[in-house]
Structures are given as C-alpha cells and as structure tokens.
C-alpha cells in the first residue's frame, strides 16, 4: 500500500510529493470490513496528511449476521467483491467533489478522492482533521476547535440537510437498480419486519400493530411511484465532519443501488434521536411529544424551511427504526466473552427500541389522538 502511495504522490501532491518526499504511517484503524491508514507525508517545507481506505479483511474478525439469509433488510448485503466496492465509493466520493467543484454550496463540502487501486482494493482521499456531526452532538471531541465548538448548534444538521439533498443530485442514479421504489414494497417490509422481531423480541402483539399502523400510514402518505435517487448506504452522524463556520462533508458513500431519497434521511434520524435525553428516560413513550430542533433542522435543510412532508417522513423514520432494531438482535461478535457483552448490549437496546416505538405509535396516523401536523 505505501508504494502505491510513494508511487503517486508527485500527482496527489505536486507541491511536496516525488523522489524527495517522506512517507509516515501514523496511525492505522480497524472497522468490520477495512482498514484506515493515516499517513503523513513530508516534503522539505511542506506536511500533509492523506488517509487510505482499503476493503476487506480476515472473515473471523467480522461481526456474524446470525439470520442474514431470514430477517429483512434496507441494505441488502454486500456481493461484489472488495475492489468493485472500493471503486463505487470513490464514484461517490467524485461525484460529489466534482459537483461542488463546479457549483459551490454555502455550509457544503467534501472529502477530495485522491486515487483509486482496484489492485488493492483501496481509496486515497484527502485527510479531515474535524469533528464528527456525532461528536459535535454530544460535545465528546477534546480536540474540538473553538471555531467549531461555537458554533450555533443547529447550523450542522441544517447544513447535513442541504448535504444529501446536493448528494442526491449529484451522483448518476439512472443505471442503478432500484430498490423499493413502490408503495406496495414498503408495506411489505413492515409486514416482514413485525414477523421477524415478533417471537424473537417477544413483543410480537405491539410489533403487529405498529406494523398496521405503518402500513395504513405508508398506503395514505406515498404515492404508488416513490422519489428515487441514488442512496447514500450510511448516512449516519458519524459519517459526517463539521468543519468551520459549520461546514459538512460526509464520507463513506455507496451508490450501489436507488432507493427512495427518504430512506438517507430516516437513516440520520434513527441515530440522531439517540442524542436526545429525553429518549432514554423510562416515560418517554407516555410523555407529550416534545419538538425535535436538531430533526427538523436536518429536514428543514433538505426540503426547505416550513416544507417538511411529516406523514411520509414518519414511515420512513419507523421504517429504519425497524432496519436498526432487526440489525441489532441479528449481528454477533465472534469470542464468546464479546458475544456476552454483547448480548446485555442488545437488551439494553430493546428496552430502547420498545420506547421508540410506543412513541411513534400514535403519531403514524392522523385518525390517531396522539397526532400532530408538525415534526415532533
């Protein structure tokens, strides 16, 4: 890998790269399926930092999906192999470095894709020295610059909002199969989904009628031919720096498929809500809905202030609280120590899961006592 690197830094870099450049692993991290590589690069009056991405790794180090081939499923799982995966990300990554290369947005950025070796199965991109939207959320990062510390703490998501909604233009989706681009089809995924995580939650009575009221909601709130675009695959708030004056850029893109653009969003949501106290305290689900600033900010910021489409908006946030639950009873560590914890860890998420889901209950449907027109 560093002589893939060594090799083509006088292109990456032409201020410092070349013959007379030093190359600096410093530090290297270890996700499900690939690694990061920090690395440094030192010419005679000039540092950089670039990080490499490569797929795959040994199988025994990845979490087992337990019921992969019975539990239904938003993303479906991986089949093309580790270099035409590592090429559909840097597709995504230039995609979007490109597009605001040619047209700037105000709160826009991007992680600049540097090299692709289909060889390695790897993506160099440029090094982003920032926070998380995560981090920047719960205010975790001891590094954080006051630049960004100070910021006005919505401005982030609003800013993530407008960030998807320029991915979804940006990146060619007209060759990409489509998934779930019917009414009909997501309907059928609350059906699955109740089915799945009935007996093995043994919630089975609440799961079956969320999944009612879901479909009943999805049936009144979608069209027959749902929006599409090509999908993000991990929209999530870990995926996305804040950079100053609260600029965004996301990493991690996987536009191997369509799927109807607010899919990406109930993705964020999904997680985002877990930032919020008031989601963990044992009354939530009996307590008035509060409003959400930090929800509604992201989606003022991709449908535009005062335009959020809250019924449909709300299938989609139970369709991928469903997604993320399922996910979470299905994968399994490999050690059996990591397994036990594990296990406790995912009780503790089904308590979580359960609140959620008596909360969302009566919002799904306007016939419903508990309805409310704004995004709460």
């Known amino acids: 890998m560093l002589a893939w690197v060594a090799g083509e830094t006088a292109s990456w870099y032409p201020g410092i790269g070349g013959s007379g450049a030093g190359l600096r692993l410093r530090k290297t991290h270890e996700r499900p399926r690939c690694r990061l590589y920090e690395i440094e690069i030192r010419g005679r009056d000039k540092v950089e930092m670039m990080v490499v991405k490569t797929r795959g790794l040994d199988a025994s180090r990845r979490r087992r999906d337990k019921y992969a ?6 993303t479906p799982p991986l089949t093309n192999d580790d270099a ?5 990300e840097y597709m995504g990554l230039q995609a979007m470095h490109v597009s605001l290369g040619k047209r700037p947005g105000r709160g826009l950025a991007s992680v600049q894709p540097l090299g692709l070796s289909t060889d390695l199965a790897a993506v160099a991109m440029q090094h982003v020295s920032a926070p998380s939207l995560r981090e920047f959320a719960l205010q975790r990062s001891r590094g954080m610059a006051p630049t960004v510390r100070d910021l006005p703490a919505l401005l982030p998501w609003t800013n993530a909002g407008a960030w998807l909604k320029r991915y979804h233009a940006a990146v060619p989706a007209d060759a990409l199969p489509v998934l779930r681009g019917a009414q009909s089809e997501v309907v059928a995924m609350f059906e699955g989904f109740a089915g799945f995580l009935g007996p093995r939650t043994g ?11 879901a479909g009943q909601a999805a049936e009144m709130f979608l069209g027959d031919d749902l929006p599409t675009a090509a999908a993000h695959g991990d929209f999530v708030a870990q995926n996305m720096f804040v950079l100053g004056g609260g600029s965004v850029a996301a990493i991690d ?10 899919e990406d969003l109930g993705r964020i949501l999904v997680g985002a809500r877990l930032f919020e106290p008031d989601s963990h305290r044992p009354d939530y689900h ?8 930090r929800e509604t900010a992201l989606l003022s910021g991709y449908f535009g202030s005062g335009r959020i489409p809250v019924g449909p908006m709300r299938v989609y946030l139970a369709l991928c609280t469903l997604d993320r639950w399922a996910d979470t009873v299905s994968k399994e560590p490999p050690g059996l120590l990591r397994r036990q914890v594990r296990s406790s860890r995912v009780a503790a998420a089904g308590k979580y899961y359960l609140r959620e889901l008596r909360h969302q209950l009566p919002l799904l449907l306007p016939t419903s006592r508990g309805w409310s027109d704004t995004w709460v």
């Open 203 to 213: 919630h089975r009575a609440l799961l079956d009628k969320f999944a009612d009221h």
């Open 286 to 293: 009996a307590a008035r809905p509060q409003p959400r600033p």
């Open 69 to 74: 081939a019975t539990r239904p499923m938003l």
């Open 84 to 88: 035409a995966a590592a090429s559909t």
């Open 253 to 262: 893109p996987f536009p191997q498929w369509q799927a109807p653009v607010l």
